[in-house]
């Protein structure tokens, strides 16, 4: 789910994921609902410029345990949990038209 807001030559985003709570792979233990919020902000205040800005993981979850092992990842499913946290992002493009 997502929220998109834009004002002149700004814009914003925020967004929510959420990941239903399952039985990880063995079937043995219930691994929990987690939910993550990102958000981004972009400019294009000059012609053929736009600058974007952004957060991932704004809170700095951790993934829910899970003790599968179909992958080489320890204590988290890699398939429904990113392990990296909080995450800062930006990046400049300017087209030459």
């Known amino acids: 789910m997502g929220w998109v807001l834009g004002v002149g030559p700004w814009g914003t985003t925020l967004n929510q994921n959420f990941v239903l709570g399952y039985k990880d792979a063995r079937g043995l ?3 929990g609902n987690t939910e993550t919020y990102d958000a981004q902000a972009t400019w294009s205040g000059i012609k053929g ?3 974007v800005a952004g957060v991932r993981n704004i809170m700095d979850r951790d993934p829910p345990a899970s003790a599968q092992g179909q992958t080489f990842q320890v204590g988290y499913d890699p398939h429904y949990g990113d392990p990296f946290g909080r995450l800062f992002y930006g990046k400049i493009t300017y ?3």
């Open 95 to 97: 087209s030459f038209k």
């Open 49 to 51: 410029l736009q600058l």
């Open 29 to 31: 233990r219930d691994v």
